[in-house]
């Protein structure tokens, strides 16, 4: 072979490498789904599983947090979408809201899920229409959300007279 | 040098090695970026290897060779020192004073080898006992000092330092598995860099070319 088209050839495949070395260090993919999923996604065409999605929906509404986790998280494996990173943070932070206390722990897995809705969102904004939240933005949420992790109680019997942003 | 290793496979060794040099297994997969003092430490190799001969730069660049060669060579450069960087990154603690201790001793260590300026085979052998020396104390001796289980060489060691506190030492476990990455990242670091063009040993050439017609004339 010409001495030309293979040291083109090598120089293609050493900037293709690196530049998906550069891509995994700044995305941090944890898992071969997560790194196709979020591959698909930079380029426009990744889709969440809707049905998986529905189901989630579903047991949102009906309180069951930890159920309707498990089916985002089947809907949305690279954690590439959104709008149901932002019901998982959502989840995180209806469950983890006491009378007199707030879960710190769930409240920081839901900041973690609330950043990365906004990450994936395109400019970092996200709106999700539902008529059965009280916060639409994930800037609202991520603010409560924060407010709850930085509290420097868990308990707090003052709480009590706050409201809860359903 | 064959075309083939200058093309592809010095390239991709060092490619992987960058890959690899910032993984750490913990609950989930991390990919660690590199310290800016990697960066230090990794132009002050790549200065002792150019200046003992194991690394001959003017071989892959030089006006005799054409645009694209050049830039075969150029790649060469770049991804060797990219793997030089994560190299160090892979065995430098992730924070505490061992960080800071191992850091300056890396820099110290490495100004003295460029200033000795030894030959090649002497400063590849003494970069793979910087570097295995360092793989031991972060992945055996403090991985060992910050395990929360606490093996028998913690217990050792815990003996013979008796009255030091781990809090300055203690480091972030990882996982099992990072170690192992680690010492193949640096077996590929060093195994490249054993096969990149050296220098020509120009000092045993003779200074006169004697020539095709001297060999005749002596048969």
Known sequence: MRDDVVRAIGLAVAGSCFGAIVWVYSRQPQTLAEASGALSATIGVYRIDEQAFADGLRFFRADQFAAARLAFDRADQAHQDPRTQFYIAYSYYREGWGRVYVDKELYARGLAAVDRAIAAAPRGRIVVDDADLQMHSGDELKAELETGVQASTEVNPLTVVRRHRK | MSRAVEVFWLPLVFLAVTLLGGVRIADRLVFLRPPLSALVLAVLLLAAL???GAFAP???MNPARSALQNLSG???LATMFAATVQAFNSVIPESGLPRL??????????LNT????TDRTHVLR????????MFVLKYI?????SDPAGGWLKRVLLGALEGVTLGTVA?????????????VTLALFLGGLAILPRRDSGSRRALVDAGPGALREAQ
Do not use: K, N
């Not at chain 2, 460029?114 to 300026?117: D, F, N, P, Q, V």
């Not at chain 2, 001796?141 to 000092?145: G, Q, R, Y």
């Open chain 2, 114 to 117: 460029l200033a000795a300026s």
């Open chain 2, 126 to 133: 003494s970069t793979a006992v910087i570097l295995g020396s």
């Open chain 2, 50 to 52: 150019v200046r003992c």
């Open chain 2, 171 to 183: 480091q972030e476990p990882f996982g099992l598995g990072t170690g192992y990455v680690a010492f």
């Open chain 2, 141 to 145: 001796v403090l991985a060992a000092l």
């Open chain 2, 101 to 110: 201790i191992i850091v300056v001793f890396l820099f110290v260590l490495l």
């Open chain 2, 74 to 76: 150029v790649t060469v």
């Open chain 2, 58 to 60: 003017q071989r892959l």
